[in-house]
């Protein structure tokens, strides 16, 4: 097999794996279900060992707060920022961010009492009607996990299937 049909493969499978995250996250039945399908396939699917949630601290977002806190999965799994240090790691908005140097910033994303030893991080925003709301955060001990060079458009594909389930439940 030739290094290009290797890469072609390689892409392949992760388009798959990523695939089955979307399923999951589409047959959500509530806000708490589509979080935790996210959380759980993304750890089953890449191995991330940490991967959790950050929401902006803005009241809009209470009902998804009072969802998660109603999980034994998320209850430990998120945390809150303002849109002040969302901005400064996002720069462009809506797009995925991927650093595996100068983390500490990213370190205050962290949940309250969990701690993660992380070399790389991707935070991935997520948005509710349109809005950026958070972000699903994957981070990891070894540095090349994430790296500001990778693409992230599977990535960009999961958070719009995200938001756009969000946005389903939270409507209806």
Do not use: C
């Amino acid at each position: 097999m030739s290094n290009g049909e290797n890469v072609q493969r390689i892409n392949e499978i992760l388009a798959e794996r990523f695939s089955r995250i979307e399923t999951a996250v589409a047959d959500a039945r509530s806000i708490a279900g589509l979080f935790e399908a996210l959380l759980t396939g993304v750890e089953n699917e890449f191995s991330v060992p940490f991967v959790w949630l950050t929401l902006l601290d803005h009241e809009d977002n209470d009902p998804i707060l009072s969802e998660l806190q109603l999980s034994n999965l998320l209850i430990s799994r998120y945390s809150i920022a303002s849109q002040e240090l969302l901005g400064e790691l996002l720069p462009t908005g809506m797009k995925p961010v991927l650093a595996n140097q100068d983390l500490k910033p990213f370190y205050r994303l962290l949940p309250p009492g969990r701690k993660y030893f992380v070399r790389s991080i991707a935070i991935v925003p997520f948005a509710l009607s349109g809005q950026m709301i958070g972000t699903w955060n994957n981070g990891d001990a070894d540095a090349n996990r994430y790296a500001p060079d990778m693409k992230t458009d599977l990535l960009e594909a999961v958070a719009r299937r995200v938001s756009e389930k969000l946005t389903e439940l939270v409507k209806s």
